[in-house]
T-cell receptor
């Protein structure tokens, strides 16, 4: 399957700082990328849909000014958690939509575990 | 009503057993369907797409029933390594993919 990378895999930061997470599709161009967060033993929660060259579409209840998304190229989307608080600690996972294979599937990055102290 | 619903389990089965999961979806216009597996503290990985005619990949068989709006996953000859959470995913179109909450499978020796 297609490969999606995510960086960093793990980050610990102080409350009030900002953290940037990168999501890259390595072997295909992704016009659409998705950002999810997942709490322990819970399912994925879609935060926003990132479209290359346009503004992200945020799900209800997700603050767009707190979770800044930029999708500047067909292979890179970034999520910046601004002014992080301990309640932002979570597992953040991106996925990239591959429409070239004919199956229109999502491939997930390995995730970023964010801990805010 | 949730877009996608799954029995959370856990399903505890012995090695070699056959186990089946179902997943129901609410949007009759849903376009494509997938099963993913997720290991603890890891990202979901695509297991297989689900086609209208049903499809098989080794020990795994997926089926779609549009009339009753459910998809199923059958695992034959369960292995210890099959222990994971299985996520049902439905694409309703317009960039909308909905995830079930997952079904946990524990395969015991």
């Amino acid at each position: 399957g297609a490969v999606v990378s995510q960086h960093p895999s793990r980050v610990i930061c102080k409350s009030g700082t900002s953290v940037k997470i990168e999501c890259r599709s390595l072997d295909f161009q992704a016009t659409t990328m998705f950002w999810y967060r997942q709490f322990p033993k819970k399912s994925l929660m879609l935060m926003a849909t990132s479209n290359e060259g346009s503004k992200a579409t945020y799900e209800q209840g997700v603050e767009k000014d707190k979770f800044l998304i930029n999708h500047a190229s067909l292979t890179l989307s970034t999520l910046t958690v601004t002014s992080a608080h301990p309640e932002d600690s979570s597992f953040y996972i991106c996925s990239a939509r591959d429409r070239t294979s004919g199956e229109d599937t999502q491939y997930f990055g390995p995730g970023t575990r964010l801990t805010v102290l | 009503r949730k877009e996608v619903e799954q029995d959370p389990g856990p399903f505890n089965v012995p090695e070699g057993a056959t186990v089946a999961f179902n997943c129901t979806y609410s949007n009759s216009a849903s376009q494509s369907f997938f099963w993913y597996r997720q290991d603890c503290r890891k990202e979901p990985k695509l297991l297989m797409s689900v086609y209208s005619s049903g499809n098989e990949d080794g020990r795994f068989t997926a089926q779609l029933n549009r009339a009753s709006q459910y998809i199923s996953l059958l695992i034959r000859d369960s292995k210890l390594s099959d222990s994971a959470t299985y996520l049902c995913v439905v694409n309703t179109g317009f960039n909308k993919f909905y995830f079930g909450s997952g079904t946990k499978l524990n395969v015991k020796p």
